[in-house]
């Protein structure tokens, strides 16, 4: 409040930064909810990949991969099979995401053979237990676009639960970036 | 040599419309002036004049060759009228010694014609001939304003662009800096004259070559940069209080601070301090609306243009799709700790002789800055501490030393005062000799950014201008390539900076503004393993009848937590019931907080896409989806990426006719299938956004995979040059 003496005129000096920036902040110009954009079409499971963990995996498995789903894996085979088709096969890798056991190493294994198409592409180590996330370039000239490709992948060892043949516990496999 | 008459004209044309309304201000501002300063306080007062006009002619669209040579001549023909070109009969100012009288005139004069010599040369500064002059090329091509929203600088205040468009018009490029370069060698006599008017004309001859001869002062001031005006706006600011000018003019000059670089307005606290401890309140106000209008063209541009009238700065206040909030905060702590200064320990020497970790140097003369300290025991250090340290305040928020421009006149007058006078004329002269481009080699090795030579020979236009270009500027190749391969309307993505003021297309620089950085990351959700959307996070719940979900993040990391700069991103939100995914419907509303306008990108079916909150997560943060009606829900699935480690998210869902409530903690992850056709789906979504071209250079992180699987991603290269690769979208 103004003390008596003092000139009116000067006194609303301070009030006008807060009053403008207050004004301002309410203009703040934020949209509301909107629709959706436009949906393309819904697009199949994928034909390079396979979640093991998905039902239409099974579309994807030659041989060597356990039916049976556990959470995320599945029992894979000495030798296990995979068939997939490209869109693109530029500048892609193959990549496969699976847990060795301790029980495969002390069955002595040492590295799992992956071929693609027929062709060696890589060992992935298996001579100690854990998780293991393996990925490599793939040769463009290995695969063709819109043809089936074959992965194969090949452990040094197997062991026994009860009757059944057990190699590691694989999650995921197929073509990435 | 047309082209040199071209740039003279130009630059002096600006000078003497500003000079010509100055001299009409002051004439009713009826200020005493004394010979000495007359002239060189109408440029000064007259140039925020000139600059709101200008202002004014970019917000009409007027800006036109013709429309400016008229708004021109009529303000040379209503200073005429006015009586401004008589001679006036005016006191002079108290007589320098003869010592000073000869030292000063060498100086000055010396330095003048370097200086002039290197603003007419070809601009190749960096800031200078990118976005200053390319800001100013973009408002002379649409003749005004234009919103710019792939550069953040555009929403910088452009006090005085304004004045480099009015010279640009008919000098290009070498006329704006030599604009710049006009009050760049006003400040020196500034400082001269406020010494003698304050009875130390020693002090100001010397503060005043201090400042003129700093190899920072001298390379940035012959540049289309800002911080040598700035610098000597603010001095005008307080000399105009010291001798009593009326609070309007001062009020405008303070506001023409502002319109010059936001941190400059702080001078508006000088003469408001100076008129409150004399309780002189009506003027102080006035002081404040006359700064307030002069400075409000600003503000209101950007509020208009881009939602948020500080623009680019204070987006949480004023939330934008212009400027991302997570580039502001990383920004200011770029700027507070540039890349090799550990300890603030090293600023003395970075500052005063070494300048390549802070951009530029100010002579090892500075070191003697300390000693300054001792004019405080005069009233006339008194003040000139007082400005100083407002204007050095804001230096914390950006430490390179050219961001010391605005207190540095006061830092020079400080020390002028504070050092013993028989040394001043041997610290001057040895400070002048140290300047000359390139001295500053011979003695201290190869310091930070300065004037390497005097390339008179460029200046008069003796040797072919795109030749020199091409020589001294890193890019100015690319940009003339630009030119030559792309059409009118193309608008070019590049992840460094080039001269962009050598191209009339559109360049989109990865960082700089809001609508860059998201055309970048559909590029980099591509191009990184760890941006790709290759995690599914699965919310699983009872089955239950819902109107929407809402995903909310529950983590705020503490400052210095490792995942502090996360930011939270969700590639797509999907909503399942027994295994089937619910279609999204038109009825549908989506949102987010924050970035509300990315909602959408995570309901639009691509992968390449994302909503991504733009902010460092903190808790509270959402992105939901209301389906209109009660819809039966079990699962909601998140596809995202893997370069949030921070993120921690629960599931609330809004019960038919209820608020939202919790439905979920955080939820487990699991491995998604990239697309192989990821990198062709990024390009069309560039595409989408308006790209038509790419600019590579060998050294950028993306070059190696996009050279390498250029048909991969849906690209051709169209040209190269110098390391920069031209790619067109296919």
């Known amino acids: 409040m103004p003390r008596s003496g003092q000139d009116p005129a000067v006194k609303p000096a301070p009030c006008i930064p807060a009053v403008f920036l207050a004004a301002l902040c309410g203009c703040a110009r934020l949209p509301g909810p909107v629709p959706p954009p436009a949906q393309p079409a819904p697009a199949g499971p994928p034909a390079h990949y396979a979640l093991l963990w998905e039902p239409w995996a099974e579309e994807r498995i030659v041989e060597g991969i356990d039916k049976e789903i556990h959470d995320d894996w599945r029992w894979a085979g000495r030798r296990a099979v995979l068939r997939f088709r490209l869109e693109e096969t530029r500048g892609v890798q193959f990549e496969a995401i699976l847990v060795v056991p301790e029980e495969l190493v002390r069955a002595g294994a040492r590295r799992i053979e992956v071929r693609i198409g027929g062709r060696l592409l890589g060992e992935i180590?298996?001579?100690?237990?854990?998780?293991?996330?393996?990925?490599?370039?793939?040769?463009?000239?290995?695969?063709?676009?819109?043809?089936d490709v074959t992965a194969e992948l090949t452990a040094d060892a197997e062991w026994l639960q009860g009757k059944q043949r057990r190699t590691y516990m694989l999650s995921s496999a197929g073509f990435t970036l | 040599m047309p082209k040199a008459l071209s740039v003279l004209f130009g630059a002096g044309f600006t000078v003497l419309c500003a000079w010509a309304l100055g001299r009409m201000a002051l004439k009713r501002a009826r200020l005493e002036l004394a010979r000495e300063e007359a002239h060189l306080l109408a440029f000064l007062c007259g140039a925020p004049l000139l600059s709101l006009l200008v202002t004014a002619m970019c917000a009409a669209r007027a800006v036109y060759d013709a429309a400016v040579l008229a708004a021109g001549a009529a303000i040379l023909a209503a200073a005429w009228k006015d009586g401004a070109f008589r001679q006036q009969e005016l006191a002079?100012?108290?007589?320098?010694?003869?010592?000073?009288?000869?030292?000063?005139?060498?100086?000055?004069?010396?330095?003048?014609?370097?200086?002039?010599?290197?603003?007419?040369?070809?601009?190749?500064?960096?800031?200078?001939?990118?976005?200053?002059?390319?800001?100013?090329?973009?408002?002379?091509?649409?003749?005004?304003?234009?919103?710019?929203?792939?550069?953040?600088?555009?929403a910088l205040s452009?006090?005085?662009?304004?004045?480099?468009?009015?010279?640009?018009?008919?000098?290009?490029?070498?006329?704006?800096?030599?604009?710049?370069?006009?009050?760049?060698?006003?400040?020196?006599?500034?400082?001269?004259?406020?010494?003698?008017?304050?009875?130390?004309?020693?002090?100001?001859?010397?503060?005043?070559?201090?400042?003129?001869?700093?190899?920072?002062?001298l390379v940035d001031g012959t540049s289309a940069y800002t911080d040598a005006a700035v610098a000597c706006v603010v001095f005008a600011v307080v000399y105009l209080t010291e001798r009593?000018?009326?609070?309007?003019?001062?009020?405008?000059?303070?506001?023409?601070?502002?319109?010059?670089?936001?941190?400059?307005?702080?001078?508006?606290?000088?003469?408001?301090?100076?008129?409150?401890?004399?309780?002189?309140?009506?003027?102080?106000?006035v002081v404040f609306a006359a700064a307030m209008l002069t400075a409000a063209p600003w503000p209101l541009r950007n509020w208009l243009y881009y939602g948020n009238p500080a623009a680019p700065l204070l987006n949480r206040v004023w939330p934008n799709d212009f400027v991302h909030v997570s580039f502001e905060q990383d920004y200011v702590e770029f700027m507070r700790r540039y890349p090799g200064i550990e300890s603030y320990a090293q600023l003395p020497l970075e500052l005063t002789v070494r300048g390549r970790l802070l951009g530029g140097f100010w002579g090892p003369l500075f070191l003697l800055a300390p000693v300054g300290l001792l004019a405080l025991r005069r009233e006339?250090?008194?003040k000139v501490w007082l400005a100083g340290v407002i204007l050095a305040a804001p230096y914390a928020a950006n430490i390179g030393a050219r961001f010391l421009m605005p207190a540095a006149p006061f830092v020079s007058f400080a020390m002028a005062l504070g050092l013993p006078a028989p040394a001043l004329p041997w610290l001057a002269a040895a400070h002048a000799i140290g300047g000359i481009p390139d001295f500053p080699?011979?003695?201290?090795?190869?310091?930070?950014?300065?004037?390497?030579?005097?390339p008179w020979r460029a200046a008069l236009r003796l040797e072919d201008e795109t030749q020199w270009l091409a020589r001294q500027s890193a890019g100015y190749r690319a940009a003339r390539l630009v030119e030559a391969l792309t059409p009118p309307d193309a608008l070019v993505l590049a992840l460094n900076g080039i001269p962009e003021s050598y191209t009339s297309r559109e360049i989109a620089v990865g960082f700089q503004s809001g609508r860059n950085e998201r055309l970048l990351d559909c590029l980099q959700v591509a191009l990184f393993d760890g941006m790709r959307p290759k995690v599914e996070a699965v919310f699983r719940i009872p089955k239950l009848e819902l109107e929407g979900v809402r995903v909310v993040q529950t983590n705020s990391p503490k400052p210095g937590d490792a995942r502090e700069k996360d930011l939270w991103s969700i590639v797509e939100l999907r909503v399942y019931a027994e295994g089937a995914e619910l279609p999204r419907q038109p009825g549908w509303r989506v949102w987010a907080k924050p970035n509300p306008w990315g909602a959408p990108l995570a309901f639009d079916g691509s992968p390449?896409?994302?909503?991504?909150?733009?902010?460092?997560?903190?808790?509270?943060?959402?992105?939901?989806?209301?389906?209109?009606?009660?819809?039966?829900?079990?699962?909601?699935?998140?596809l995202m990426s893997d370069d949030q480690f921070g993120v921690q998210m629960q599931l609330q869902g809004k019960a038919p006719g209820g608020g939202w409530r919790v439905l979920g903690g955080d939820p487990p992850r699991r491995r998604a299938a990239v697309p192989l056709a990821l990198r062709r789906m990024a390009v069309a979504e560039l595409r989408r956004g308006g790209v038509t071209h790419l600019l590579l250079h060998e050294g950028d992180y993306a070059w190696d995979d996009l050279s390498r699987n250029a048909q991969a991603w849906g690209i051709r290269e169209i040209g190269s040059v110098d390391a920069y690769h031209l790619f067109q979208l296919e």
């Open chain 2, 441 to 454: 080699d011979k003695y201290l090795g190869d310091p930070g950014w300065r004037r390497l030579e005097i």
């Open chain 1, 125 to 147: 180590p298996a001579g100690r237990a854990g998780y293991q996330a393996w990925k490599q370039p793939v040769p463009e000239d290995w695969i063709e676009p819109g043809k």
């Open chain 2, 608 to 638: 390449a896409t994302r909503w991504r909150s733009w902010e460092r997560i903190r808790a509270g943060m959402f992105l939901q989806a209301e389906f209109g009606r009660a819809e039966a829900v079990d699962e909601v699935r998140l």
């Open chain 2, 92 to 154: 002079p100012l108290p007589a320098l010694p003869r010592l000073w009288r000869w030292l000063f005139g060498a100086v000055f004069a010396t330095y003048s014609v370097i200086a002039v010599i290197a603003a007419m040369a070809p601009e190749m500064s960096p800031d200078g001939s990118s976005y200053h002059l390319g800001i100013v090329a973009r408002y002379y091509r649409e003749h005004g304003f234009a919103r710019i929203d792939t550069n953040l600088y555009a």
């Open chain 2, 158 to 217: 452009q006090g005085l662009e304004m004045l480099f468009l009015w010279a640009f018009a008919f000098g290009r490029h070498s006329a704006a800096a030599l604009v710049h370069c006009a009050f760049y060698l006003a400040l020196p006599l500034l400082m001269l004259r406020f010494g003698q008017r304050m009875d130390a004309p020693q002090a100001g001859a010397a503060a005043g070559l201090f400042f003129l001869c700093s190899p920072l002062a």
């Open chain 2, 380 to 382: 006339l250090g008194r």
């Open chain 2, 244 to 285: 009593g000018a009326p609070a309007w003019l001062t009020g405008v000059m303070g506001g023409f601070a502002y319109a010059l670089k936001y941190t400059a307005g702080f001078v508006v606290l000088y003469p408001l301090l100076r008129l409150a401890w004399r309780k002189q309140w009506r003027s102080c106000a």
